[in-house]
């Protein structure tokens, strides 16, 4: 059972052979994928893999040194024929001696278009005072002012570096509701990156995973997870069957693998010792992490930043 | 109205986890034709699940039978599943509850009660499953 008539999906944002150095040092390589419009994208990596770098290259604060970025058009109808990008960076720049209402009242000045309902609206929402200074403000309400600031511009593309950090659970929640909501009502497209992996079930749709500077995994989440499945048997060195081994993880006496095939469905084993299970997406995350991990360090792409 | 919760330990994909609630619902008799589901954006506000996530399910639905999506007045019942009579299915359902508590009362935990119910069943049912897949 696979998503129906296949949906026309254009493209939002795409990545193609993107790289950036610094110095000697690769902090994103060869990096090619494609995010189709209206879609929350997660960015999934330990720290240094590169995130920060690929969403700093999509907002076009960076310029990459190999390949191309490129944001995709506006959806049909809207003002402007390229699409309006907004970025959460990771550290939130506000001006320290603005107040939150300074804030939007700049950000109405310095975009073209601009919700003021929306912007204050946010903050209502998260309670943060209006006229206390930026550099009074809590590390979670600087989210909130960045927050409002990113979505007062009304983007078709929302690139978020951390989001949910330094806000606590019951916010955590809320805000990724508010979030949802707003690709439901204009099919904003979303592209967060993360740490927290199990607060990404039933939220996101697509999935890139990045270890080291390079992409281990991308794509649909619905489809990744169809295509990858463990297989649980008695303890061996190789995976039945002629699929591709993810990670192998073996106790005493079993062994299990996680294999990508394709298709949908467990793929059929043909030995009755074997036992073919569905893979969730925090396991499926946490496998392609750690197959990295294991790899020998000479093997896994070697020179990465700090 | 229908709530839809997410098992977001599980390895069923939302969009299924979703689909098959609804066709719970349907077996029920929860939901029954000429209801309305909730709109994509009030499942969103309800129990904070992806958008696209619920339309892909509702699609399904749709081409499922179960279900047809009105362009801007939102998604109705059309069809039921089970042809159960709803007294016995109360009857039986009154029955399990009882059986249940005694099983719980012995010891049992909700592990085991999954195991010997999906024993009996296969059982019982083996001829009929691999039919219905």
Redesign the interface.
Known sequence: MNGGPAVMETSSLCAEDLGKRYRKTWALRECTFDVPSGRVAALVGPNGAGKTTLLDLMAGVLEPDTGSGRVGPAPTGAATPSARVAYLAQDRPLYSTFTAADMLDFGRRFNRRWDQARAFDWLDTFDVPLRRRCDRLSGGQRTQVALALALGASPDLLLLDEPLANLDPIVRVEVARRLLDLVAEQGTTIVLSTHVVAELPGRVDYLVVLVEGRLVLAGDIDDLLAAHAYLEGPRSNDAPGPWVTVRASHSERRSRFLVEHSGDGPPPLTHPTWQATPVGLEDLIMDYLQAANDRPADLAGVDHRG | MLEIK?D?????????QV?NQVRDALRMGWLVPGDRLPS??EV??SS??????VS?AY??L??LGLIESRQGAGSYVTATLGHADPHAMVKFRVQLEGWVARARAAGLDLEDLKVLAAAVLNESGSARSSVAG
């Not at chain 2, 904070?48 to 996530?53: D, F, H, K, V, Y």
């Open positions: 997410l977001r330990g599980s390895p069923t994909p939302p969009y299924l689909v994509v954006r969103v506000a904070g699940i992806n958008p696209n996530t892909k699609r399904e749709g081409l």
